[in-house]
């Protein structure tokens, strides 16, 4: 097969699902007779019927590795099952090339009551695969799934990692040429998810990824191409620059509800983000950045420390600003204010939420009493011309040479 030939053609695929089961069957039933008398498949939603995938177009090669993301119920799945064979389009087509390895559903395709080795062997001859050839590569399999223990006990014995160890290990072993996967991998451990995620990058190079994924720092390192999906639709396609289609998962996942927590013997007032105050502030990657805190105090409260604390939008903290890690002491009064200047703004293109928090500091000069914690103060949209996915903080050197 060429080396960059075209493996998966999808065109205009759509797929729609009834809201209740009784109307359900009842439309299968007069489908089935409208079949019969040879009219084609009804394209147009009847009542309590949704589209769960609409439209969908896309091509991959080999060398290429598909993300779909996207809210939970956006169609992902249902795309995914589509192409795998398991579900018939209402419109549409899906042209596949070669060889198909796929894991979607925990168990799916494994016999319960056959042991581990035989459900390979089961999945290789479905793959084409002659007995001999399964044998030699039935111990790497075993090897890879690390199951070996267990390799000749039935399936539905197994535990839902065992289950995706086995089903990973099928799927990336038995040469494929398009590699279907969906979120199921999220069930492994994170050594083993790490483990896949590596197998997959190295998988790429012969084959066509199509994976499922809300993990965003995996999806962005491994993804050649990402698809976002809203209500069954394609919203963002993007094949160069993979940025706004993570930015768009993050605007219709993501949460920054304001949350707040403390004694309020000091209390945040206000704060001013580049001299302007409310929720949402844009500035750009590398430029200064200055923050002023406005608080009132409490004459039994003499010193505070302030820690301003970026948080990503999966809620992990990825850089934090510290008076008491800068060594300076701020003196609390009724009314007063604290100026945090930063010449360079490190953040990675992307959304941050500030979370602010003003401790007091006791006698021993150590951080004490939660005086006032404010979650999502403030949401940073940090804008620039690239977007280097992997690292959350581009940090800028001297360099020499
Ligand atoms: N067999 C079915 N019958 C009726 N509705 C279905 C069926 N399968 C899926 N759906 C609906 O179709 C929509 C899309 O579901 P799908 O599982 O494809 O979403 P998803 O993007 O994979 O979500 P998640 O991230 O939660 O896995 C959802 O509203 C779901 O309830």
Redesign the pocket.
Known sequence: MKDNEVLVKVEGLSKK???DLKT?LWYGLKDLVSNIKGNKGERKLRSKE?W??KDISFELRRGECLGLI??????????LKILNGLINPDAGKVIMKGRVGALIELGAGFNPILSGRENIYNNGAVLGFTRKEIDDKVEDIIDFAEIREFIDMPVQNYSSGMKVRLGFAVAAQMEPDVLIID?VLAVGDVRFKTKCFNAIEELTKKCAVII?S?SMPQIARICTELIL?NK?EIEVYEKQNLGPAIEGYYGIVGNNKTAEIGSGVVKIENILINRQSGKTFETNYNEPLSVIVQLSGNANIERVSIRLTFFDVEEKPVAQISSKNDQFDILSSDNFEVKIDLEHFFLNIGTYNLHLAVHEINDLNKEGEVLHIIRSVARIEVKGNSYYAHAPCLMKAEWSQ
Do not use: D, I, R, Y
């Open positions: 699902f009834c809201k359900s949704f769960a995938v996207g809210h939970n119920g956006a169609g992902k799945s249902t795309l979120e499922v809300h999906m069954g």
